[in-house]
């Protein structure tokens, strides 16, 4: 089995003349779309149909040059050429945004819309993303602001964030008499040796004054961006700003909220049990929030992941099965580490060429696995959309991780059905240590970013006040399922999603996530093989709706919190079983 992808249906290489030739036209190609809308010869109808058409041509062109530089990039992140293709490209981006806002200012302007999409089949296919146009032109920055507001994130928030980057990967920590970057030392949270994972939690903490002066400008600065932008944009904050770009309303997210503090003493209950288990009495201490627990000797060749996955993922249906035995028959995976590989792993849609490209770091063990089943249920998902226009496929992020969740629930269900005690206690803990990370962690995260903001009205927060706020938003989250004693006020200076510049509030998308990718997993254990249809078109539907109507059409209600409490029923069901077997 060949273990990289396959890239070449792209382009040959970065001297391919093809990719020299759609680069260096990105810029024509936008000029050419821009005076399309600017002509007053053509009927709005069809100016509407042809800027549709050749949206999507050009969506196709820009589809292939990033995948072809990104993916390449992931795999070998010095390489010159993906580097110098990859600074044009975000060049580009202004120039394309810039088009999405011409074309958002010609539909808004449009009274007869609904008329022009009521005469064409070619836009009653788009209906949806011109009306979500229309609304969007209310958000818009004045036209002659924004060319420089965008210009000027380019040195505010994003030159920012490439400085937070920047301090976090050269972050030198003092760890045993041995200077290791920063990821390296946390990294040793997961060691086997409890004293190996207390002492690098101390190092780490020892390590952030190097940074943390310049670490808090970078996040106040960031944070004041945003609500200059929510401002500038009409927003009455940050957070309906994003809450609009998710598609999503308050109604939802407070009824996830209120969900989810009813169900926060069960977490705690399973940390406490875990501390138990360490050796620990007044709850877990921050250092050992991902210590292994349980014992699991067995190990994966790929191959063997293969067939697992094919096995198991086979039994929700055998379309499943044979779309995952493909991606591995086509190369669409980039499967090992190695020198030069960034880490973690991803899915990146072709969605003119109907394919996926999955990069992970796969060493052999059930996690590595579950990531390849999470992964590829993004491929499922990107499958889905096939066909759809471009405008179509953009799915807002509460929905991005629907078939992921669904696929890691579906393994993990199957596999827990056949295991010994130990192996059962093993698979628990690491389900319910990330179910914790991405619930519990998550609304902390939530919790410290809503005071960062709301606090940055008046004054920038010193690291002192930012320690402070962290240390709070954890107490509040996890209450006494941590020990007090061992809390990590530096959370905010380690954790990226805060410094991404126009991606505020990057976390309560993960809790969405999670929550309903399970809930929409109780719907298939309650219907069965019937369920598969409508699984499938709920995501096709996902970027053709609003959040609570893309739900809605498989009979979900997330506005009501008996949802996400369903939701929530399913993970405290395994923190019964672990405390059970904890016990024992």
């Known amino acids: 089995m060949n273990d990289r992808w396959d890239l070449s249906y792209l382009y040959k290489g970065f001297d391919d003349e093809a990719f020299r030739r759609d680069l260096e036209s990105l810029p024509q190609e936008v000029e050419r779309l821009q005076a399309l809308i600017a002509d007053e010869s053509l009927t709005p109808l069809k100016k509407l149909e042809c800027f549709q058409e050749e949206e999507d041509k050009l969506s196709a062109r820009v589809d292939a040059l990033m995948n072809f530089t990104m993916c390449t990039l992931a795999v070998d992140a010095t390489n010159a050429e993906a580097c110098a293709a990859d600074d044009q490209l975000m060049t580009a981006f202004t120039s394309l945004e810039m088009l999405s806002s011409a074309f958002t200012r010609f539909v808004a302007g449009l009274d007869n819309l609904e008329e022009l999409i009521a005469a064409s089949p070619k836009l009653q296919a788009v209906a949806f993303a011109l009306r979500e146009k229309k609304d969007e032109a209310e958000h818009l920055l004045p036209p002659a602001a924004e060319p420089w507001m965008l210009e000027m994130q380019l040195s505010g928030g994003n030159a920012f964030s490439q400085l937070r980057d920047k301090l976090d990967s050269t972050l030198s920590v003092d760890y045993r008499e041995e200077h290791l970057p920063l990821a390296a030392v946390r990294g040793k949270a997961y060691d086997p040796d409890p004293a190996v994972r207390r002492d690098a939690y101390e190092a780490e903490l020892a390590a952030y004054p190097k940074m943390d002066l310049p670490m808090s400008f970078c996040l106040n600065s960031i944070k004041m961006e945003a609500r200059t932008l929510a401002k500038a944009r009409g927003f009455d904050s940050v957070l309906d700003m994003t809450l609009h770009s998710s598609r999503m309303d308050r109604a939802t997210l407070d009824a996830m909220w209120n969900a989810i503090r009813k169900y926060l003493p069960d977490f705690r209950r399973y940390l406490k049990a875990k501390g138990r288990l360490l050796g620990h009495a007044n709850g877990l201490p921050f250092y050992d929030l991902f210590a ?32 995952m035995d493909n991606a591995f028959e086509q190369r669409w995976i980039d499967l090992y580490p190695r020198d030069g590989k960034t880490g973690g792993a991803f899915c990146s849609p072709v969605h003119f060429a109907d394919r996926s490209l999955v990069m992970t770091n796969f060493q052999g063990s059930f996690s590595d696995v579950s990531t390849l089943a999470h992964e590829l249920g993004h491929a499922w998902h990107n499958r889905c ?87 709070r938003a954890q107490k509040e989250s996890y209450g006494d399922g941590l020990d007090e004693s061992f809390l990590h006020p530096y959370m905010w200076a380690c954790k990226s999603h805060y410094y991404s510049s126009g ?43 609003p959040v609570a109507e893309v739900a809605a059409s498989v009979g979900i209600d997330v506005r009501s919190e008996d949802f996400w409490c369903s939701s929530l029923e399913v993970i405290r069901k395994d923190i019964d079983e672990f405390c059970r077997l904890a016990e024992t």
């Open 385 to 471: 959309l096939a066909g759809l226009p471009y405008s179509l496929i953009d799915t807002p992020m509460p929905l991005a991780e629907t078939a992921s969740i669904f696929n890691e629930t579906m393994l993990s269900w199957q596999v827990l059905s056949s295991c010994t005690p130990q192996e059962r206690l093993y698979l628990l803990e690491n389900g319910l240590m990330e179910a914790t990370q991405t619930v519990v962690d998550i609304y902390s995260r939530f919790l410290f970013e809503s005071e960062v903001i709301d606090t940055r009205a008046n004054h920038s927060m010193s690291v002192d006040e930012l320690k402070d706020a962290m240390i």
């Open 292 to 323: 292994p627990v349980g014992e699991s000797t067995r190990t994966f060749s790929i191959e063997e992941a293969r067939a697992t996955l094919i096995r198991e993922m086979g039994k929700f249906t055998p379309e499943m099965a044979k779309f």
């Open 503 to 545: 991606y505020n509030f990057y976390n309560f998308p993960y809790a969405f996530g999670l929550l309903f990718g399970k809930g929409v997993f109780a719907r298939w254990l309650e219907k069965g093989e019937a369920f598969v249809p409508d699984y499938c078109r709920l995501l096709r539907f996902c970027g053709s709706a």
